[in-house]
């Protein structure tokens, strides 16, 4: 029999702190062999990380392995010698992070530092490693792969940076590849085309995995099996697609409730939250770890004993003592289902919208030609009351400084935008009045950066309230306060707590509570579930819901999850390189006729259900800069469908938006009967 390339059994990792051991795995065991991929998924905090940094024996000063083996293509790693592990490590072994910037010197030119690993590792001389690196670049399907060597890191786009950091792990054809959430911080498109990337890599250098991902659509895509983690343990462990489709855990089961799947509906199918939280290291529950958060859970049974991993069927395990006894795949305590809703007159109304900035030649010291970025480009579209409008799109495309006119932090180059019957395009926000600051408020993507970490949070909401002149007086407020913490359902005693004492989750709540303080007519959601676990993402999006419903308030909701849109929003805007390339109902944008750019972002986006079948559709090359973007057409340069249209009209001529359907309307030279030709990139399987 092969011998497996990475065998972990009973794998125990511990921290050592001023409070004393902290123990972050306990008895962890997964195998991966010659050729395989393993995904390992899990919420933050349940130690997938930490089981790649001890593969890799890079745990720090406080890491400590206490128990267990972790044997690397036969060799045992956690007593191998650290001049053995720095020969192994870039060789064999190689880890890929989320940031990628975080593995490449910016004060080295690209070239350099793929030179080093042949050259450290493998024993080349400069030309032949320079050839090597020319290969590989050409490899990860960079462009001009001579001009790529020559540049520093700062001038690459992010997924640029991350095939550079991908080519770089691959220099020495290692056995052995972790990826530690390497396309989160990528668009969807930049995503599609990394995982494209990666399982043709995959076979054609035979090179093993192991992907560390939050996302299931992912691991779907790339992996061939799957180990879902919690609180430190494996607690399912299987194919990828028997796992999926036949879950046999309680927290796989809740998982899969918590995401945006196509069937998912905001009003007759909600999300599911998980209840309760992560436990810590040091507080874990007796017996079974999830039993706190868990329906099936029965007390005196699963707190009663530590849980084995137990047999579902072949090579299929599962850790839960309950694993014949739950009515598998039926519904059970289903979210409650909303009302419909009814959606009001438009409230937002943006015409002609555009926004130029000048930019000199060398932007540091001045001089030299100046030069337009067209970062908004004649934008024509409204948000009417009670609305969900998803504004979708690449980085780059304009959302943020269409965002950043409706906040009053930039003014407007061209067009009108009215708020009910004001027009504020104009109008920098210190120079608006109180009541359309309260009227325009924003939902942050980090709530992190956002709350003030020296001030307690009910004096933060206070100060809000404050600010916008409501409440008669301070007990007014502070009773307002207490409503708000009510209203995102926050104990009232976390009116006394600092933002250090909140979970990611809980500080993204405060925010949605300030940005309502002022009763706004208008809320802008700047990716605000995008930094979050599944499972809290799935709370804060129903409590959005939820809160933008009993207020009747607009919302703009900027995102580049395409899943999250379908489920959460009444319209979509999708928009690329400053212009709108198609909008309409969100049953409309997802179903064809599509923009072909609508298409490909499409196809982009990883679902978890192995019963859906979807087109394959990766985008070739980067969005071209505003500096200088595309003549006609602005998305000519990437389309697959503009060799059908005749006379050099997508290169020469820029399309009009045209209806294909009442309230559906594409930006696109296409003919009707292209149109008619597409055919759905999303489809079941059954």
Not at 89 to 118: D, F, H, W
Not at 376 to 386: V, Y
Not at 593 to 612: C, G, M, N, Q, R
Request: include cysteine; charged fraction near 20%.
């Amino acid at each position: 029999m092969e011998t497996p390339v990475l065998l972990i059994e009973n794998l125990s990792i511990s921290f050592f702190a001023g409070i004393g051991e902290i123990p972050a795995v306990t008895n962890f065991s997964c195998r991966i062999m010659p050729g395989e991929a393993l995904g390992l998924v899990g919420e933050s905090g349940c130690g997938k990380s930490t089981v790649a940094l001890a593969i890799m024996r890079y745990l720090g000063r406080g890491g400590r392995i206490t128990g267990g083996t972790i044997r690397f293509d036969g060799r045992e790693l956690t007593t191998m010698s650290e001049p053995d592990l720095r020969r192994l490590r870039g060789s064999e072994l190689a880890m890929i992070y989320q940031e990628p910037m975080a593995s490449l010197n910016p004060a080295m030119t690209v070239g350099k530092q793929l030179m080093e690993v042949p050259m450290t590792h493998g024993g080349l001389g400069a030309d032949a490693a320079r050839t090597r690196a020319l290969e590989v670049i050409a490899a990860v399907k960079l462009p001009d792969p001579a001009r790529v060597l020559q540049s520093y890191p700062h001038q690459l786009s992010g997924g640029q940076q991350q095939r550079v950091v991908i080519a770089m792990a691959l220099m020495s054809r290692p056995k052995l590849l972790i990826l530690d959430e390497p396309t989160t911080a990528l668009d969807v498109t930049v995503e599609a085309g990394i995982v494209a990337l990666i399982k043709e890599l995959r076979e054609t250098s035979g090179t093993s995995l192991l992907f560390i991902s939050h996302n299931l659509g992912l691991v779907l895509e790339t992996c061939d099996q799957v180990c879902v983690m919690y609180s430190g343990e494996a607690v399912e462990t299987g194919a990828v697609a028997t796992v999926f489709s036949r879950t046999r855990h309680p927290y796989t089961e809740a998982l899969f409730r918590a995401i945006p799947l196509p069937g998912a509906d905001k009003t007759e199918r909600p999300l599911k939250a998980i209840p309760g939280h992560l436990p810590l290291p040091y507080e874990r529950p007796p017996g079974c770890n999830f039993g706190p958060r868990c329906g099936y859970f029965i007390a005196g049974r699963c707190d009663g004993q530590p849980v084995p991993m137990l047999d579902a069927e072949p090579a299929h395990a599962s850790r839960c003592l309950r694993l014949g006894e739950i009515p598998w795949g039926e519904e059970h305590a289903k979210a409650e289902q909303r009302e419909p809703f009814a959606i009001g007159d438009p409230v937002l109304k943006v015409v002609s919208l555009r926004k130029y900035y000048a930019s000199a030649a060398n932007a540091i010291f001045g001089g030299g030609e100046t030069r337009t970025v067209k970062a908004n480009e004649s934008l024509n579209f409204n948000a009417r009351e009670a609305e969900i409008l998803a504004i979708v799109g690449e980085s780059g495309c304009g959302k943020s400084t269409l965002a950043k006119i409706l906040v009053g932090l930039e003014t407007a180059s061209g067009g009108t935008v009215t708020l009910g019957n004001q027009p504020i395009e104009s109008t920098l926000v210190q120079a608006r009045p109180r009541e359309t600051v309260a009227a325009i408020q924003m939902v942050f993507q980090n709530p992190f950066d956002t709350l003030n970490p020296s001030m307690t949070i009910g004096r933060q909401i206070i100060r809000a309230l404050e600010k916008f002149d409501i409440g008669a007086n301070d007990r007014d407020r502070r009773n307002r306060m207490l409503e708000l913490l009510d209203l995102v359902r926050l104990p009232r005693a976390f009116e006394k707590r600092r933002p250090h004492q909140l979970s990611g989750g809980q500080k993204q709540r405060i925010g949605i509570a300030r940005a309502f303080a002022g009763r706004p007519k208008l809320v802008i959601a700047d990716e605000p579930v995008s930094a979050l676990d599944v499972s809290v993402q799935a709370a804060v999006t129903e409590l959005l819901m939820d809160v933008q419903r009993e207020a009747r308030t607009t919302m703009l909701f900027i995102s580049h999850d395409l899943s999250v849109v379908r489920y959460l929003a009444d319209r979509v805007v999708v928009m690329y390189l400053g212009h709108i390339v198609e909008q309409g109902s969100t049953q409309d944008v997802f179903a064809p006729p599509y923009h072909p750019y609508t298409e490909a972002l499409l196809s982009a986006v990883p679902i978890a259900d192995p019963k859906i079948e979807k087109r394959q559709i990766v985008l070739s090359g980067e969005i071209p800069s505003a500096l200088s973007p595309p003549s006609g057409c602005p998305f000519h340069t990437r389309c697959r469908w503009k060799q059908r249209v005749p006379d050099n009209r997508c290169e020469n001529e820029l399309p009009a938006a045209a209806e294909v359907k009442q309230g559906h309307a594409i930006r696109c030279h296409l003919a009707a009967v292209d149109f008619a030709e597409m055919e759905p990139v999303i489809s079941s399987g059954d």
